[in-house]
């Protein structure tokens, strides 16, 4: 008996707690994305301007506004990547290192560091005996 009033508690009070409490408010309906052409069209003639004077930094900037502003946009997405590349080769020219460290095509990276030593010359390998069958057991 004393059972069936501690379910019967338990279950009036979640049921009023579903009824009571508030429910979650409805979800706000996803704005659809709206893209920009005109601001798009904008950031890529800002952005060719840049990459012709070889700023590939601001012009990686430019483009990426673009493709923000319209990313169905082939052409800012072509923009974009081609900047990527280019600020990055040019990242690459100015630190040889992070190619081979401590080489360069004009020498030593540091002033101050000799030129590594050459490698040792190898020894001349030793003449190999040739295989000579000395007795046929046959098969």
């Not at 279950?11 to 709206?34: D, G, H, R, W, Y």
């Not at 280019?86 to 990242?91: G, M």
């Amino acid at each position: 008996m004393k059972h069936g009033i501690l379910c019967f508690t338990l279950m009036a009070f979640i049921l009023s707690a579903f009824i009571f409490l508030p429910q979650n408010a409805p979800a706000q309906e996803a704005k659809a994305f709206v893209p920009d052409k005109a601001l798009c069209a904008e950031m890529i003639r800002f952005g060719k301007q840049s990459y012709q004077r070889a700023k590939f930094l601001d012009a990686k900037e430019y483009f990426r506004r673009a493709v923000q502003a319209d990313p169905a946009s082939p052409v800012a997405w072509r923009h974009y990547d081609l900047s990527v590349i280019s600020a990055l080769a040019e990242k690459v020219n100015k630190d040889a290192g992070l190619i081979a460290p401590d080489v360069s095509p004009q020498g030593p990276a540091k002033a101050g560091v000799a030129a590594p030593p050459p490698p040792a010359p190898k020894p001349a390998p030793a003449k190999k005996k040739k295989f000579v069958i000395e007795e046929d057991e046959g098969c």
